[in-house]
């Protein structure tokens, strides 16, 4: 199979090693000819381009595309531009005979606030301009022609080594900005990865929407908590999410950036009954474990 992946970072590249692994051929996009080298000594064929810019004429024909583009502050371009201007370059410089195509999109399209759970058939009406932005990516792909063969993945925030969520602001003793008992929703990054690979290879009638997550939303509180312990932290402090404008929260790379001032519950009914889905992290629990245990001395 040929695989194409577009965003080959912590997600993108769990996917392209799942696939390396099969067998299958892997063309991996980047803006950097520096990492187009480390991706070439990883087994893949690398794609030097920016998703921003009009620089590359036609992308390889594959049997899968899989965009999984973050947003990078520092490069300095819209949010929008990114996420929906570029996923509307990368489908013209597409062939038309493109297989499969996966769109990485984000629980932040919910603004859902008083502790409800949330599925695929829940009101999108994003609060913040990550979830505004991959709201307008996905009815962009829906009225592509690629569109009626996509398959868009709503995933909660991705945590696991490396990408432990207020880490450094437990350490610090710096206070939550959020309500205690107000909702997390995490999917671990191996999980993540894992339900990528199987939606690409599933019997689906497509397209199709699902909402990703470890379907067991964490107590802020109870989250925190025990990653302080993990951690040997100080013990969690909140600086209620009501003294902190919405507002002043910083976007960040993530399309779900700002959303621990919002409070839902991000069910994965529809994705683990039509698929065969097992979670190696099924709560935070679990995850933060081998998180936390894989850094070793740096705690």
Not at 90 to 101: A, E, M, V, W, Y
Not at 137 to 147: K, M, N, T, V, Y
């Amino acid at each position: 199979m040929r695989r194409l992946i577009l965003g080959c970072g912590y997600l993108g590249r769990r996917v392209a090693n799942r696939w390396l692994d099969a067998g299958d051929d892997v063309w991996a996009v980047t803006r950097s000819a520096e990492r187009a080298e480390s991706l070439r000594q990883a087994g893949m064929q690398p794609v030097v381009w920016d998703v921003t810019n009009e620089s590359v004429e036609e992308l390889p024909l594959a049997d899968t595309v899989l965009f999984a583009v973050g947003y990078d502050r520092s490069a300095n371009h819209p949010i929008h531009s990114v996420y929906v201007d570029g996923l509307a370059r990368t489908l013209d410089r597409l062939p038309t005979n493109t297989g499969r195509f996966i769109y990485i999109s984000s629980t932040g399209v919910y603004s859902q606030n008083d502790g409800q759970w949330v599925d695929e058939d829940s009101p999108a009406e994003p609060n913040r301009d990550g979830g505004r932005a991959c709201l307008a990516a996905e009815q962009l792909l829906a009225g592509h022609p690629l569109g009626q063969r996509a398959i868009i993945l709503r995933l909660a925030g991705i945590y696991g080594p490396d990408r432990i969520p207020r880490r450094a602001d437990l350490l610090a003793g710096k206070p939550i900005a959020a309500t205690p008992d107000s909702y997390l929703n995490l999917i671990q990054v191996e999980d993540a990865a894992d339900i990528v690979v199987t939606v690409a290879a599933a019997d689906l009638s497509l397209p199709k929407l699902y909402t990703v997550s470890d379907g067991n939303p964490a107590l802020r509180a109870d989250y925190y908590a025990e990653l302080s312990r993990l951690l040997d932290a100080p013990p969690p402090t909140f600086q209620f999410a009501d003294a902190v404008p919405a507002a002043s929260v910083p976007e960040t790379k993530s399309p779900n950036s700002r959303r621990f001032t919002g409070d839902k519950r991000i069910s994965n009914q529809r994705l683990t009954q039509e698929l065969p889905i097992h979670f190696r992290y099924p709560t935070y629990r679990h995850g933060l474990a081998d998180a936390v245990e894989r850094l070793g001395g740096e705690t």
